[in-house]
């Protein structure tokens, strides 16, 4: 499964984890990614989505009809 979301285009940032004596080491902290289903009443079918946590709290204010249209506008297919 890919580490991005769909809808918000969350991905993994990377920094360091630095130690006491300040050593530091790579690491990355990923999103907190769902997949989810939804209904599409106007295309009659479930899609599919791969979104992090804010996002699917963003799906549930606007409505899947206008998230759907913004993850189109990014080019992403459904």
């Known amino acids: 499964m890919s580490t991005h979301c ?4 969350t991905k993994p940032v990377f920094g360091n984890n ?7 080491t790579r690491r990355r902290w ?5 997949r ?5 009443p106007s295309e009659g079918r479930y899609v599919r989505l ?3 946590a804010r ?5 549930d204010k606007i409505g899947i009809e ?3 249209a913004r993850i189109r506008a990014r080019g992403e297919r459904i």
């Open 6 to 9: 769909q809808l918000t285009g």
């Open 18 to 24: 630095v130690s006491h004596s300040h050593r530091r």
């Open 30 to 34: 990923n999103p907190n990614i769902q």
């Open 36 to 40: 989810r289903r939804y209904w599409l």
């Open 50 to 52: 791969t979104l992090s």
């Open 55 to 59: 996002a699917v709290k963003t799906v």
């Open 66 to 68: 206008r998230a759907v």
